[in-house]
């Protein structure tokens, strides 16, 4: 499967963004969607996941009550709705794909990376 994300961009703290991870290749609907994210000069962190059914999301402590995660998987489309977004939320965002059976957090057991979209969130 091949991953795209994009949708980042400059805003305000306090401000919303949707990040789109959009899929094509192996059958996307079967797939675990995680998004992850590296801030300057940090290790690359997990921030949410979500089943191929939609029933099953996790989030990072650091993003719950504010950002969702959804999936359209009849537009192999996963979003990351970033609502209430701090400056400590800057980073380059991920999505990636795991054909596992858990929605993990680790970042080992995702195969498929595509590349980043930068968020900048200014104080």
């Known amino acids: 499967v091949q991953l795209q994300a994009y949708g980042g961009g400059l805003v305000q703290a306090g401000g919303s963004l949707r990040l789109s991870c959009a899929a094509s290749g192996r059958t996307f609907s079967r797939t675990i969607i995680g998004w992850f994210r590296q801030a300057p000069g940090k290790e690359r962190e997990f921030v949410a996941a979500i089943g191929w059914s939609s029933s099953s999301t996790n989030y990072a402590d650091s993003v719950k009550g504010r950002f969702t995660i959804s999936r359209d998987n009849a537009k192999n489309t996963v979003y990351l709705q970033m609502n209430s977004l701090k400056p400590e939320d800057t980073a380059v965002y991920y999505c990636?794909?795991?054909?596992?059976?858990?929605?993990?957090?680790?970042?080992?057991?995702?195969?498929?990376w595509g590349q980043g979209t930068l968020v900048t969130v200014s104080s």
């Open positions: 990636a794909a795991d054909y596992g059976m858990v929605v993990t957090a680790a970042m080992f057991e995702y195969d498929y």
